[in-house]
Structures are given as C-alpha cells and as structure tokens.
C-alpha cells in the first residue's frame, strides 16, 4: 500500500504502508532475515514459491541450499536440532521396523530410539560396526523379519572416544544383503569440510549443526542431505509435517558462521594436533585418543576415508574422579560444558556429565570410565591452551 493512501485511518496505515510484498528484491550480498509465517499469493495456489513458514522459508531455503553443497548433495533439509533430524529420518520406518546401530552410538541419539521410537514396535539391533560379521548378521536378520525399510544409523568417529567406521566396507556389506536398507550416518564430529560419507556409499548424512558448522554456541539445529530424491522428497514432506523447523533468525545466524567453516575447521585441527602431542607425552595423561594420532588404532582408516582430524580429543588421565574434578576446577581458559566444536574451548567428563544417563554399566562396557574427559579444542592461541593444561594437570597431581 502507497504511503498516500492517507484516507485510511490509523490502524489501517499502521498495518499496510511501506509493507508491500511485491517491493522485495533489493540484491542485498547477504541473504535477509524473513521472519514473514505467510507470503502473499497472486491468485489462490498461485505462490512466488513461498506460502508458509513451516513448509519453506527464504532464509531456511539459501542455508538449504549452502548445506547441500557442502555436503556434496542434489538436496539439503534444515531442522531445529540434531535430534529433530534423527526423528524425521526414524518415521521414513513402518512400524515394527528394524535399526541396526552401534554399540558406541551417541546416547544422545540412542535415546530416542530407545525410549520414545520404541513404542512404534521398533527392533533395535547394536553392533560392532568394525566387526562387518556381526554387521552381516544383523543385516540378515533385517530381511529376515521382512522389514523392507530397515535403517542404518552409523556415527563415525563416535562422541566420545572417536572410533571409526570403515564406511565404505559397512555400506557395501549391508546393501549386498538388502538393496533397501536406508544408510544414515552423524557427521557431526567431521563436518562436511572433513568427510563426505555420501561418496561413501551412505543414503542420508545427519549433521548437528549446533556443533562445528555454527561453531559459535549459539544456534541449535540440524541438517539432513542427501542424493536420492525419493527419499528428500518424503524428508521434506515429515519436516512439513512434523514441523521441527528452525526460526529463520536461527538459519541467518547460521549462514554467516558456514561462511568461516573451512578456516575454523583448519584451525581446530592445527591446534587439536598440538595438544594431543602435548598431552601425549605428559607423565600425568594414562591414554590419549585423537584421530591424527598414529596411536589412534584406525588412523589409517582415517588418512583413507576423512580429509582431516577435526579438533576433538579424549583423554584418560592419571587419578580418581575427585582427582578428575580438582583438574577441571583449575582450567582457566577452557570452559567447563557440554556441546562441541566451538570456537571457545570446551571440556568435560562424560561419565558424569553427557553420557551419565547411559548408566554406569553401560559406559564401562564401552571405555567411558571416571577418569575420561573429553575435550574440543577451540581456535585460541595454542601455546595458551597448552599452558592451561600444564598448569592444571600439575595443580591437580595427588600429593604423595
Ligand atoms: C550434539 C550431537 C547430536 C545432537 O544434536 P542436537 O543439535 O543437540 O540435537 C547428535 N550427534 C552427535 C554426535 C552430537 O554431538
């Protein structure tokens, strides 16, 4: 409406001047912030492809498209969170369908399968994804119930202890003995600057956006891509129906931190590589698991199937859970707290903290003992970051 429609009464102006829809296409460098839940039709069902906020958005639709990029896919799906994206992809299943996933699998994500998509009838079966007999019995035993739309949840490296997958090797193991099984997997800890489990023979690539790809602690959200356009095309149907999608300040805020990924992800590495070496020699750290490591045990695996090491670390250090606590307290600079893959450094105990709802017997079945931390190396300076650690491993020694 033109500003001289002056006939109109208060209320009416202050609805309808300068607000015009049609007015929209500035080029601005920057994608804009479309907080609009509804976008004007020229007739009914006649849409500029916009029509409400939950079935798409412009804001959503450029991160969208960045994502898909990345991760070297025809399609992309923003959600609010990791977890959303886990659910949307868990209803592409019938009932009484089948999961086969990983003994180490996040218990993050396990909890929903385990205590809410149970009670759709759901089977769920935990492998060894690294022993590819038992990922060929549970596979067998997948066609055997008959189920046709049986689903892989793979995560590799795994949070906390960054175990690896042989991607490839599992992928073809299971399509071998059923074509229809739907292959996800939690990119979360690489990113897509690391890994491209798609080129790998993988069906849906799952990201925790809230980790590396925003980076800065302050957005929670998900990405699902993937090359199958029949199964985009029912993801994008759920995330409509489901409606577990993010405010598009949220996606705005994440289309500028994606633009520094590659040059953060660099960074993380750099420094994670130098404290892993430090912490490795340290007289007071029992074990250290870092993937660039050559004592990582499938650090070969590694060099063949990533383009990088990412900045996480897990530590087994010398003591008790107190002596655990006391060394956590000294920490200056890196910040005690769950999530990951910030530019700040952050470190925690999963046996407490993260993972303490798996229950104390199933973490030691795993290796998630008192005395683990695991730590995300942020973009700091590293010789600060060392120092900090120095000090207060020393700090925190048990006198004798
Ligand atoms: C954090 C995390 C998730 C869950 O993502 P949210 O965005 O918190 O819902 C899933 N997998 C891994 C490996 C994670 O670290």
Redesign the pocket.
Known sequence: MAEQHSSYAFATRALHVGQDSAQWKSRAVVPPIVMATTFAQFEPAVTARFEYGRSGNPTRNSLELCMASLDKAKHSLIFS????CEVNITHLLQAGGHIITDTQV?C??DRYFRKCASKFDLTIDYVDFCDLNQVAKAAESNLQRGSKSGLVWL?SPT?PLLKVTDIRAVTSTLKNINPNVIIAI?N??MSPYFQSPLELGVDLVMT????YVNGHSDV???SISTNRTELYDRLKYLQNAIGAVPSPIDCFMVNRSIKTLALRMEKHQKNAMAVALFLESHPLVKRVLYLGLESHPQHQLVLKQCKGFTGMIAAYLEGTLETMCKFLSYLKIFTLGE??GAVESLIELPAIMTHEMMGQWARDKIGISDTLVRISIGVEDVDDLIGDLDQALKRSQPTN
């Open positions: 969170s990791g977890v959303a996040y993050g994500i995560e949070n939690d979360t800890f925790s956006i809230t980790k929670v959200m998900g999530s990951l």
